[in-house]
């Protein structure tokens, strides 16, 4: 530490002004006006799902009374907070001290039904005012299950019927590790038919990290992604008994799959990777984990009663709507008719009917527009807008359309079907229009539809480039940007490689930050030669990088080498970092066991649990001794 400088003498003009500063610091600031707001942790669930509602008042030292909760209608409570949570801080700023005080109310709701709830506002006085929160709308899909079917027991018969839920048994679950489990909600269906799937994750320890290594592959199957849901952004968990074991069980991943082409197809591995991570956010211990294959049975759809020319991907339950914005138009003047699909199937790759042809009417191609909902990416509308210019006058009729789908629950082929609509046209026929006859003199083209003509520009002859290409650059025009780059590149590329040097000399600089980063590496690097060593069962060598993780973790935070120490001069150092006495106590208790392992190997349990646990107790003293409040890196406080 370095000794501070002595403080010289200010003149006293200096004097006077710091004190009068200090003096205003000291008084009450002016209180900001109240903060009072309400939010929820995700604005989309789905029925039967959990999700938090918080209501925030952020006040100086002022009077809060007669809080009052919002209208929870169509939302059930689980629980809510009896009394605020309460927290106080003090900030000084340029006018002086300000204290502010927050209140935090929080519910927990259950959706109830699909479809939208508004949570209505919370009322608060502060000072006698009245406050109101805004309110707040949740979008509720349909009901994913969060928790997953129950286990197979071992020796119970596994698969499931055509409308049941497909599943197998997981070999990991009879060794108590994690595993992953895939669940489908059929084993049978058809070709187009909605299937659900869904990746548990089964975790018997806790973990920090979760990443997807390998997707799992779904050759055969169009596939739209679902989203789960989340609390908090992480991941909901419940608990589940697995043959007498305790699991913590939640959702890796879940899509809507629908088959291309009947036959057996398998839906392939995922793979994960869990990780433990250390005080620095850096994975300590990892495991990967396989999910098994899954393999359904996909029937090809019945011919009998099959529609000429049925569309495979048309299975599901669907209904049919259309509408035009008016039925009375002028020649030349376009409508809009727009076509729409909603229900419950592929809804992405469902056929539209043909747009309907009239004569004397100008069709143009439709412009599609897909919504699914994300909860379950099989529920949406799929809808065309059709552009028709009537070209002659009269009265027409659109002739209704049809919808071919066959009911997968029914198993039978449906129609669902419009009617048709009737349209008038005014107005004299247009030039060249299918039935119409082409009017004779100057107004011959009057009615005729240009579609280019607005973007067609005239052709401007330039006598020489070269004799106009300098006075252009300086004039201004289209090489602006280049004048300017050229004048002002050099000064901003020497600017920017003085700034790259500096950059490097600070990196290259022996700071805290990177002590911090080569202490890291070390401690990675003993991390992994211990769970080598442990795979190979190689005792003495496991222990010794163990005793070196965390000598190198103490070395690190003390500045000063640890090999040489006494166990009572290491408690003495280690209470210098601030450890807790049973901190202290388990830092020494586990470099004896290093020693007592590598000296005596029959004194400590060898076996595969107990070398895991062992390196799970070296990550937690790490990090015990990297949170230590006392003396940081290198000595230095």
């Known amino acids: 530490?370095?000794?501070?400088?002595?403080?010289?003498?200010?003149?006293?003009?200096?004097?006077?002004?710091?004190?009068?500063?200090?003096?205003?610091?000291?008084?009450?600031?002016?209180?900001?006006?109240?903060?009072?707001?309400?939010?929820?942790?995700?604005?989309?669930?789905?029925?039967?799902?959990?999700?938090?509602?918080?209501?925030?008042?952020?006040?100086?030292?002022?009077?809060?009374?007669?809080?009052?909760?919002?209208?929870?209608?169509?939302?059930?409570?689980?629980?809510?907070?009896?009394?605020?949570?309460?927290?106080?801080?003090?900030?000084?700023?340029?006018?002086?001290?300000?204290?502010?005080?927050?209140?935090?109310?929080?519910?927990?709701?259950?959706a109830q039904q699909k479809g939208s709830v508004t949570i209505g506002a919370a009322h608060v006085k502060v000072n006698g005012h009245d406050y109101k929160t805004s309110p707040i709308t949740v979008a509720v899909g349909s009901a994913g299950a969060t928790a997953p079917p129950p286990m197979p027991q071992a020796g119970a018969p596994q698969g499931a019927t055509p409308s049941g839920p497909a599943d197998t048994a997981v070999p990991e679950a009879a060794s108590g590790g994690s595993f992953i489990r895939v669940v489908t909600d059929k084993q049978k269906a058809y070709v187009g038919d909605a299937i659900s799937a869904t990746w548990y994750l089964y975790l018997n320890q806790p973990a920090d990290k979760y990443d997807t290594q390998v997707e799992p592959t779904m050759e055969g199957f169009w596939t739209e992604d679902v989203a789960l849901p989340s609390r908090r952004g992480g991941m909901v968990l419940n608990d589940e008994v697995v043959q007498g074991r305790h699991y913590q069980v939640g959702p890796a991943m879940r899509k809507a799959l629908f088959p291309l082409h009947p036959g057996r197809l398998t839906i392939g591995p995922m793979e994960a990777q869990l990780s433990r991570v250390d005080f620095f956010g850096t994975a300590m211990r990892s495991q990967r984990l396989r999910s098994s294959p899954t393999t359904l049975e996909i029937l090809p759809l019945p011919t009998a009663g099959q529609p000429n020319a049925f569309d495979p991907a048309n299975v599901g339950t669907f209904t049919l709507t259309r509408r035009i914005d008016r039925t009375q138009v002028a020649t030349g003047d376009a409508i809009t008719l727009t076509l729409e699909i909603s229900g419950h199937g592929n809804i992405r790759k469902v056929a539209l009917p043909p747009p309907p042809k009239l004569d004397g009417w100008k069709t143009y191609d439709p412009r599609v527009q897909v919504n699914i909902d994300p909860g379950n990416g099989v529920e949406g509308t799929k809808s065309a807008e059709i552009l028709m210019l009537p070209q002659r006058p009269g009265t027409f009729e659109l002739p209704g359309q049809t919808l071919d789908y066959f009911d997968p629950a029914a198993e039978k082929y449906q129609q669902a079907t419009v009617p048709p609509i009737t349209v008038t046209v005014t107005g004299a026929a247009i030039a060249g229009g299918a039935g119409g006859a082409a009017p004779a003199g100057p107004a011959a083209g009057a009615g005729l539809e240009n579609v280019i003509a607005g973007e067609i520009r005239?052709?401007?002859?330039?006598?020489?480039?070269?004799?106009?290409?300098?006075?252009?650059?300086?004039?201004?025009?289209?090489?602006?940007?280049?004048?300017?780059?050229?004048?002002?590149?050099?000064?901003?590329?020497?600017?920017?490689?003085?700034?790259?040097?500096?950059?490097?000399?600070?990196?290259?600089?022996?700071?805290?930050?990177?002590?911090?980063?080569?202490?890291?590496?070390?401690?990675?690097?003993?991390?992994?030669?211990?769970?080598?060593?442990?795979?190979?069962?190689?005792?003495?060598?496991?222990?010794?990088?163990?005793?070196?993780?965390?000598?190198?973790?103490?070395?690190?935070?003390?500045?000063?080498?640890?090999?040489?120490?006494?166990?009572?001069?290491?408690?003495?150092?280690?209470?210098?970092?601030?450890?807790?006495?049973?901190?202290?106590?388990?830092?020494?208790?586990?470099?004896?066991?290093?020693?007592?392992?590598?000296?005596?190997?029959?004194?400590?349990?060898?076996?595969?649990?107990?070398?895991?646990?062992?390196?799970?107790?070296?990550?937690?003293?790490?990090?015990?001794?990297?949170?230590?409040?006392?003396?940081?890196?290198?000595?230095?406080?």
């Open 458 to 637: 005239p052709i401007h002859a330039r006598g020489d480039l070269r004799s106009e290409a300098s006075a252009t650059f300086l004039r201004g025009g289209g090489f602006t940007g280049a004048f300017w780059a050229v004048l002002l590149g050099p000064p901003l590329l020497f600017g920017l490689a003085l700034l790259g040097l500096g950059l490097r000399d600070k990196l290259s600089a022996d700071t805290g930050a990177t002590r911090r980063r080569r202490s890291r590496k070390k401690v990675q690097a003993h991390l992994a030669a211990a769970e080598g060593y442990r795979r190979r069962r190689e005792l003495g060598a496991f222990y010794n990088e163990l005793e070196r993780l965390v000598r190198e973790a103490l070395s690190h935070r003390l500045g000063a080498a640890t090999a040489g120490l006494r166990m009572d001069e290491l408690r003495d150092h280690l209470g210098a970092l601030g450890l807790a006495p049973p901190d202290t106590a388990r830092v020494v208790t586990l470099l004896e066991d290093c020693d007592r392992a590598r000296f005596a190997p029959g004194s400590v349990a060898s076996d595969d649990a107990a070398l895991a646990a062992a390196l799970e107790r070296a990550g937690e003293v790490v990090a015990t001794i990297e949170s230590a409040p006392g003396r940081r890196e290198g000595g230095r406080t």
């Open 1 to 110: 530490m370095k000794t501070p400088r002595p403080l010289r003498r200010l003149p006293p003009l200096i004097a006077v002004a710091m004190m009068a500063g200090a003096a205003l610091a000291a008084r009450p600031a002016h209180a900001e006006a109240p903060h009072f707001q309400a939010d929820v942790d995700r604005g989309r669930v789905t029925v039967g799902d959990a999700f938090v509602y918080e209501v925030t008042l952020g006040v100086g030292q002022d009077q809060v009374s007669d809080y009052r909760p919002p209208d929870f209608k169509g939302l059930r409570v689980l629980s809510a907070s009896r009394q605020p949570n309460q927290s106080t801080q003090m900030q000084l700023g340029g006018s002086g001290m300000f204290v502010q005080v927050t209140y935090t109310w929080q519910y927990q709701l259950q």
